[in-house]
């Protein structure tokens, strides 16, 4: 609101310098004042959001702290190694990721032109699952349409097996975490009644204490589980993409053999 208050200052000042002629003077002073002004409050701006980055990375930080670094350190470690294997699937998945329809009218084009040994050499030269299928298919072409069927449905099931690798682990983190999160917050309210027992009072700064302690734990581990259940979904959702490929392209693979045999 500053900035754009400033602005339309200067514009009504250079409007009226314009129809006043006469004053001129008056009017560039007070131009050169306002950027001045303009150029203090964007300072200032600059150096509060700096401010705030800086207190809200010493605010996680202390609170990280104040948790525990037993608890913690493990929700901690579990996020790093979610984060890991959910980065490794996605530049997988996305690298196995191929264009169908092109590697299909590549396949019939070589069957036509060379064979089926032509066929091998263009999936032999592609990335990705479905090029994997479609080559042990051809390979099984010489021993019928049916051996082809069930060489393919046999290696998707095996290229389906390499797209789901580690997923599981990323499943057992979600549930980790914020289980940890709550054993933290138990352990966090039994200390606290420690301390009210040993001290032989109910003292309001004995409880807040562990009752604190306990909540960040929970809230580490709510946290770490709600980032990571994002990237799993993202991940299901992509092998399913390449598992619904595979199959739709196998079908069309079989059929394009059937209709070269005849």
Known sequence: ??????????????????????????????????ITSISAVALQDEAAATATDESFHQELKKRFIEGGPGFMGIVLICLILGLAIAIERIIYLNL?????????????????????????????????????IFYQGLDRSHEGIDMVEKSVIAYGG??????????????????????????GTVIGMIQAFDKIEAAGDMQPSLVAGGIKVALLTTVFGL????????????????IDSIVNDMEDASI????????NKK
């Open 252 to 259: 069309s693979l079989i059929d394009l053999l059937v209709a």
């Open 223 to 238: 946290v770490v589980a709600i980032i990571l259940q994002v990237f799993y979904n993202y991940i299901i959702a992509k």
């Open 1 to 34: 609101m500053k900035r754009l208050f400033s602005i339309l200052t200067i514009a009504g000042v250079m409007t009226f310098g314009t129809a006043n002629a006469s004053i001129s003077a008056a009017p560039a002073q007070t131009v050169s004042t306002v």
């Open 158 to 183: 095996v290229q389906t097996g390499q797209l789901e690798k580690n997923v599981s682990w990323i499943s057992l983190f979600i549930a980790l975490a914020p289980m940890l999160g709550f054993m």
């Open 96 to 132: 196995a990721t191929t264009n169908s329809k092109k590697l299909l009218d590549s396949v019939e084009d070589a069957l036509k032109s060379g064979g089926v040994e032509a066929a091998k050499e263009v999936c032999r030269n592609t990335k990705g699952p479905v090029a994997s």
